[in-house]
């Protein structure tokens, strides 16, 4: 499992997590702050 595999250190796994769920957070925080610069530092 990559979670598990990411809290272990294992840096590709994480890599992979943020690969996944970076378009979903940014629109996600885009729709909360109404600023593009502002989602890309959540993110």
Do not use: F, H, M, Q
């Given at each position: 499992m990559l979670?598990?595999?990411a809290?272990?250190?294992d840096k590709k796994a994480f890599e992979s997590i943020?690969?996944?769920y970076h378009n979903e957070?940014?629109?996600t925080a885009l729709g909360?702050?109404?600023s593009g610069w502002d989602a890309?530092?959540?993110?």
């Open positions: 979670i598990e595999a809290k272990r250190g943020v690969d996944r957070l940014y629109y909360i702050l109404r890309l530092d959540v993110c």
